[in-house]
């Protein structure tokens, strides 16, 4: 009898430290905001991904200016808001998190441009017919191709082709899809 306390606190310091630890994972991977992942896990994620695979780079329309006219409150519900809707709509296999303020990244693994765009298209025109406060999203997509000598990683290559093109759509006129390797838009795509 005069074992079973000690035997019970250490099963409840062990339990305690167990949770602390799967607090501390969640902490240093997702973001707080959002519960997507954050950019720390994005950038594993990107370095891992394949030939095949798909990147878009996310930026949220005049984010700011829901900032400044609604506050920033309603500005993270805006971004908690995106963040659900890609989460409802993306499938499981896909990667998707927020790089930071009002950027999004997606990896679409093992899925063609062509669909991975036409993807992003529909989420695209749902997401400004649904949208708090007007708000619109602007991508940039690219292949994940082979790994050339001056990269640090295929996939890292893909983002900052994608990253470019995002703001090839925000030249555009923004609420715009912009794929690689073709000058076109959601509208001549589809």
């Given at each position: 009898p005069r074992y079973v306390v000690p035997a019970l606190a250490d099963a409840r310091l062990v339990a305690h430290r167990k949770q602390s630890e799967e607090l501390l994972t969640e902490d240093a991977t997702r973001?707080?905001?959002t519960g997507l992942w954050n950019r720390r896990s994005l950038e594993l994620a990107i370095h891992a991904a394949k030939v095949g695979d798909c990147i878009a780079m996310l930026d949220l329309d005049h984010f700011k200016r829901v900032n400044d006219t609604f506050g920033h409150g309603e500005g993270d519900l805006v971004l908690s808001a995106f963040a659900s809707f890609l989460g409802r709509r993306l499938r499981h296999m896909d990667?998707?998190?927020?790089l930071g303020g009002e950027e999004f990244v997606i990896i679409f693994t093992e899925t063609q441009l062509r669909d991975t765009c036409e993807i992003l298209c529909r989420l695209r025109q749902q997401w400004a017919e649904t949208a708090p406060h007007g708000t619109t999203f602007s991508a940039g997509v690219a292949t994940v191709g082979p790994v050339t000598p001056d990269a640090v990683s295929a996939g890292a290559a893909a983002l900052s082709r994608a990253d470019a093109l995002m703001y090839r759509a925000k030249a555009a006129g923004r609420?715009?899809?912009w794929c690689e390797g073709a000058d076109n838009t959601c509208e001549e795509l589809l």
């Open positions: 973001d707080p905001l990667i998707f998190g927020r609420n715009v899809v």
